[in-house]
């Protein structure tokens, strides 16, 4: 079946005591046992909630992948993957990471001993050249967050193949409507279901995907031994979301595209992020491992003034200034104080992260109201 029906379908079954066409919100901690070990498949809600297996199935199904395992957020998911390691072992992660995703790694986990060095991914041979003997991970964002840049997912995968280690792709930004990393060879998909799967601003979750038995057993164990699960509330929101998934990514993709032309030919803007722009170094690559190029852009303003940024993301009247993406609202945000406030400013600006850079996540709404917004919040 192809993605818009699986996107409705998947994972889902008329519950078979009612035939409630939704599935339920399964609010129980524990399962009653006919006998002594006999039960229906669920003994405790950490280890397993029908609601929650019928989201892990739906993302699953989404990504191509053949398991699914829900976290109380994205960040969650994150730290079950990192805790496939060991101390001594070593990961080569992308340089332009989502916030968070750098500070887990450098101040959590590389304090404990796991070895992290941040490279340009792409850029092949810098991929290449940073795996080492203990290194067990190559991790991925594409497009990055903020400043849009595209990996070659395939072309990594390759290098991670001949030299046994695991790729990891964080594919939040893209979605498995724009981009199946499985596909393409990665091991494990992280997604942050707190953006486009949830899509309405009400709900932090995350997920991992991944077609491997071996280390879908791994994540299960840590997933209950740790216990980051969300509640059966939280994944009935998300399971609300992905249904309306397909929908809602043409509409993110093509009010951006709009947007992003818009802000390329206006004199007022400097540099514009946007992997559909022909200009954008990722174009190529993004044409041929995205489906479209997604509902993220990042901009200057002409002369890159960070005082001049901060008056426009506070200007706008339809885009409301909040972190956070994915939505069907439109947001903006000023990602070097809100965002990414939590790396270092050396390393912000050694990435290309300059103060004056605005992140937007285009909305669902009319886009010629958004380009009103826009024109007016940057004003001369
Ligand atoms: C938001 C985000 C995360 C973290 O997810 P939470 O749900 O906020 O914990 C990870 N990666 C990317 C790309 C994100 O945008």
């Known amino acids: 079946m192809k993605f818009s029906t699986r996107a409705i379908h998947a994972g889902?079954?008329?519950?078979?005591?009612?035939?409630?066409?939704?599935?339920?919100?399964?609010?129980?901690s524990t399962y009653v046992q006919e006998a002594l070990g006999v039960h229906k498949g669920y003994g405790y809600s950490r280890t397993g909630n029908p609601t929650r297996a019928a989201l892990e199935a739906n993302l699953a199904s989404l990504e191509g992948g053949d398991y699914g395992l829900c976290f109380a957020s994205g960040l969650a998911a994150t730290d079950a993957v990192l805790k496939?390691?060991?101390?001594?072992?070593?990961?080569?992660?992308?340089?332009?990471?989502?916030g968070g995703t750098h500070?887990?790694?450098?101040?959590?986990?590389?304090?404990?001993?796991?070895g992290?060095?941040?490279?340009?991914t792409g850029d092949l041979d810098q991929v290449r050249d940073a795996i080492k003997e203990e290194t067990r991970m190559v991790w991925l964002e594409t497009p990055t967050n903020p400043l849009l840049k595209i990996t070659d997912i395939a072309e990594v995968a390759k290098i991670c193949k001949e030299k046994d280690?695991?790729?990891v792709v964080d594919n939040t930004f893209a979605t498995p409507y724009l981009q199946q990393p499985l596909a393409l060879g990665a091991d494990i998909v992280v997604h942050s279901v707190t953006k486009y799967l949830g899509g309405h601003s009400d709900v932090v979750g995350g997920a991992l995907i991944t077609s491997s038995s071996d280390l879908r057993d791994k994540l299960a164990f840590i997933q209950n031994s740790v216990g980051g699960i969300p509640g059966p509330l939280d994944c009935f929101l998300t399971l609300r979301g992905t249904k309306t998934l397909a929908v809602r990514m043409e509409r993110h993709c093509s009010n951006a595209e709009k947007i992003a032309h818009w802000l390329d030919s206006d004199d007022r803007i400097g540099k514009v992020f946007y992997p559909g722009l022909e200009s954008h170094e990722g174009y190529e690559i993004a044409s041929r491992q995205m489906s479209a190029p997604g509902g993220m852009i990042s901009f200057e303003l002409a002369g890159a003034s960070e005082e001049r940024a901060r008056e426009v993301v506070s200007n706008t009247h339809v885009f409301a200034l909040a972190e956070s993406l994915g939505g069907v609202e439109s947001l903006i945000e000023h990602p070097p104080t809100m965002t990414h406030g939590a790396i270092p400013v050396e390393v912000r600006h050694a990435e290309g992260l300059s103060d004056g850079l605005i992140r937007i996540s285009v909305g669902i709404e009319d886009v010629g109201d958004l380009i009103e917004d826009l024109d007016q919040a940057i004003g001369r």
Request: charged share 10%; glycine share 10%.
């Open 165 to 167: 280690v695991l790729l």
């Open 116 to 120: 992290f060095d941040f490279v340009n």
């Open 84 to 98: 496939l390691l060991g101390t001594g072992d070593h990961v080569v992660a992308g340089n332009d990471l989502y």
């Open 12 to 28: 889902q079954h008329p519950d078979p005591s009612t035939g409630a066409v939704m599935t339920p919100v399964y609010l129980t």
């Open 103 to 114: 500070r887990i790694f450098t101040q959590i986990y590389q304090p404990m001993g796991i």
